[in-house]
């Protein structure tokens, strides 16, 4: 079973910087898509950040632009969201995502999400 963990999460005043790493734990094959979605209180899951292999492609929403950068580690597997000049808007469980196939079963992608870390921006 394929596990995506998280590290990084915690508390951080306004304008601060986090760095949140999230690594796959089994052997993979391919990643077709890697990536992080926010959940803040009662609201749905969105896409933050992420990362197409195909295309080589990332994308990011409009709410991080220029603030949230993803630096992708091919030899690893890994996908690290480094966020600078976070807002109180930023508080959120933040997900980790991909889409890959492993060694035993080449052919068969799936989508996996870590159990999510928790940013809290506040002063």
């Known amino acids: 079973q394929v596990q995506l963990v998280e590290s990084g999460g915690g508390l951080v005043q306004p304008g601060g910087s986090l760095r949140l790493s999230c690594a796959a734990s089994?052997?993979?094959?391919?990643?077709?898509?890697m990536g992080w979605y926010r959940q803040a209180p009662g609201k749905e899951r969105e896409l933050v950040a992420g990362?197409?292999?195909?295309?080589?492609?990332?994308q990011y929403a409009d709410s991080v632009k220029g603030r949230f950068t993803l630096f992708r580690d091919y030899g690893k597997n890994t996908i690290d969201l480094q966020m600078n000049s976070l807002k109180p808007e930023d508080t959120a469980v933040y997900y980790c995502?991909?889409?890959?196939?492993?060694?035993?079963?080449?052919?068969?992608?799936?989508?996996?999400w870590g159990k999510g870390t928790l940013v809290t921006v506040s002063s």
């Open positions: 990362f197409s292999s195909g295309s080589s492609t990332q």
């Open positions: 995502n991909a889409d890959l196939a492993t060694i035993g079963q080449p052919r068969n992608v799936l989508t996996y």
């Open positions: 089994r052997s993979i094959f391919s990643i077709n898509y």
